[in-house]
């Protein structure tokens, strides 16, 4: 049974840069070519968006409305995948969710609990 | 990217059946079977209800169905219980290889 478990600050200055890191047990995300791993955010009182996600392999896919900014990388050595977004602003502010893709279903199968993160000075 | 469509709230009664519509483009519902529904409970994670269109993950309720036809997808959820009001959210793998949501349906049992 693979868990995902969110990790990282809950407060972020603007214009920083929020980084978030999701611990995977139960399943490697090195050898899992049977699987994406992505991330999602929610702000407060909206809805889920989108914002990318990574292969074993290293290839990247993101939201196209925050490209140029995101980043998201994988370290096998922790078996753990990351989020870097720069330049953020209070639009930042939301509960970010990492998830496991099944690759053929294309569905969302596995969430972590999520982890508030608030862009403030 | 859009959101894809969806109705902000949808009710229904106790023992009714509710239909929750997901509106995309050719770009994503049109052309790909990929389509997921996710619930969520106030504070909760998302859970899996749905996916490819009409599948049901174990161990989720046969009262929750799907469908789609052309661009646009549907949740049914038949014999509403009151466990059953949450929020709902639609999504679809698109031609960009990438994702998207929906705007959410808040579903409320009367």
């Known amino acids: 049974q693979v868990q995902l478990q969110e990790s990282g600050p809950g407060l972020v200055k603007p214009s920083q840069t929020l980084s978030l890191a999701c611990n995977v047990s139960?399943?490697?995300?090195?050898?899992?070519?049977?699987?994406?791993w992505s991330w999602i955010r929610q702000p407060p009182g909206e809805g889920l968006v989108w914002i990318g996600y990574?292969?074993?392999?290293?290839?990247?896919y993101y939201n196209p409305s925050l490209k140029g900014r995101l980043s998201i990388s994988v370290d096998t050595s922790k078996n753990q995948f990351s989020l870097d977004l720069t330049s953020v602003t209070a639009a930042d502010t939301a509960v970010y969710y990492c998830?496991?893709?099944?690759?053929?279903?294309?569905?969302?199968?596995?969430w972590g609990q999520g982890a508030l993160v608030t862009v403030s000075s | 990217q859009s959101a894809l469509t969806q109705p902000a709230s949808v009710s229904g009664s106790p023992g009714q059946s509710i239909t929750i519509s997901c509106t995309g483009t050719?770009?994503?519902?049109?052309?790909?079977?990929?389509v997921s529904w996710y619930q969520q409970h106030p504070g909760k994670v998302p859970k899996l209800v749905i996916f490819?269109?009409?599948n049901r993950p174990s161990g989720v309720s046969n009262r929750f169905s799907g469908s789609k036809s052309g661009d646009t997808a549907s949740l049914t959820i038949s014999g509403l219980q009151a466990e059953d009001e949450a929020d709902y959210y639609c999504?679809?793998?698109?031609?960009?290889?990438?994702?998207?949501f929906g705007t959410g349906t808040k579903v409320t049992v009367l």
């Open positions: 050719s770009s994503d519902i049109g052309t790909y079977d990929y």
């Open positions: 999504s679809s793998y698109t031609s960009g290889s990438t994702y998207v």
């Open positions: 490819d269109v009409s």
């Open positions: 990574i292969y074993y392999r290293g290839s990247t």
């Open positions: 998830a496991r893709i099944r690759r053929w279903e294309r569905r969302f199968d596995s």
């Open positions: 139960g399943a490697s995300v090195r050898d899992s070519p049977d699987y994406y």
